[in-house]
């Protein structure tokens, strides 16, 4: 069986997932490639700039990242 996508997304991770689900919502397909054969459990921390939370405003993921959030003043 062959498929057929728009658009191939290398990486799972936020970027590729965030792209992946705007494309969708634009009604345009995508296939998300990934080399991790499963998730990864490991504490991490995530710097998030002006500019990405605009993007994930964008995909209606904002309100619901923030409130999750711990903001560093500095």
């Known amino acids: 069986m062959e498929v057929v996508e728009d ?4 990486g799972a991770g936020i970027a590729g997932l965030i792209t992946s ?3 969708h919502r ?5 296939l ?3 080399s991790s054969g ?3 459990n490991t504490g991490f921390a995530l710097t998030t700039w ?3 939370w605009k ?3 964008a995909v209606g993921l904002g309100d619901t990242l923030r409130q999750h959030h711990q903001r ?3």
């Open 7 to 10: 658009i191939v997304i290398v």
């Open 21 to 23: 689900l705007g494309l």
């Open 26 to 30: 634009q009604g345009i397909r995508s």
């Open 32 to 34: 998300v490639l990934e």
């Open 38 to 40: 499963s998730l990864r």
């Open 50 to 52: 002006a500019n990405a």
């Open 55 to 57: 993007a994930l405003d």
């Open 72 to 74: 560093l003043h500095g």
